[in-house]
């Protein structure tokens, strides 16, 4: 079926380093979410990209969306402790009933050594 | 500091026994969404309404699961009756429409912990 998939699965690094998850889908996407999950807690929505090529920042977090919007990323620059979570991103397509499908990837799990 | 709002945190039940959970969406917003979330399956769409009417329910099993919205201030996840398997956290989350016509964001609730002996 139509997925979104998320690599890495699980990132291990050492505080100042940098971080990089990769969302990728075999379908176009309509736009894409990212959001992020702490440890017991719920996911927060972090950003929303439309547009073909859009690239956003926010402080250490840089999200960008491929050319041919099958495909986003989301790069933080100088990992904090407090950037541990699970991030996910969550990209809406049109299944082959034309109907508007969110879907979710599985998620990156980070962990930041201090 | 508007939230999302749900009941009960934890719930432990037997199986077969009836399981409802609650959830208060954020004033203001029109859409709810439930979501289930397991380690293995990730974070599953069950179900979501928009002005309370419902327009997917296609990732629940409807057998066993129903979701409402009574009013705009409740909305509701059945279980009935609860298996071993359904054990999971579900989520409810509330939205708005993005400005630039993209999907709604979704603002999650703390969630309901669900365990089916």
């Known amino acids: 079926g139509q997925q979104v998939m998320q690599i890495p699965q699980y990132q291990h690094v050492q505080e100042g380093e940098d971080f990089t998850t990769y969302c990728n889908s075999s379908t176009t996407l309509s736009n894409i979410q990212w959001y992020k999950q702490r440890p017991g807690g719920h996911p927060v929505f972090l950003i929303q990209l439309v547009k073909s090529g859009e690239v956003k920042k926010q402080k250490r977090l840089t999200f960008q969306f491929g050319e041919a919007k099958k495909n986003s990323s989301l790069h933080i620059t100088a990992t904090q402790t407090t950037d541990v979570g699970t991030y996910f991103c969550?990209?809406?397509?049109?299944?082959?009933?034309?109907?508007?499908?969110?879907?979710w990837g599985l998620g990156t799990s980070l962990a930041v050594n201090p | 500091d508007a939230r999302v709002t749900q009941t009960p945190r934890h719930k432990v039940t037997e199986m077969g026994q009836e399981v409802t959970m609650r959830c208060q969406p954020i004033?203001?917003?029109?859409?709810v969404f439930w979501y289930r979330q397991t380690m293995m399956q990730g974070l599953e769409l069950l179900a979501y309404?928009?002005?309370?009417?419902?327009?997917?329910d296609s990732g629940m099993p409807k057998d066993r699961f129903s979701a409402e919205m009574p009013d705009a201030t409740l909305a509701t996840l059945k279980i009935q009756p609860s298996e071993p398997r359904d054990s999971a956290v579900y989520f409810c989350a509330s939205g708005f429409p993005d400005p630039r016509g993209g999907t709604d964001t979704q603002y999650f609730g703390p969630g309901t912990r669900l365990t089916v002996l």
């Open positions: 309404f928009r002005n309370r009417a419902p327009l997917d």
């Open positions: 004033l203001g917003h029109n859409t």
């Open positions: 969550a990209g809406l397509l049109r299944d082959a009933g034309n109907n508007r499908k969110l879907i």
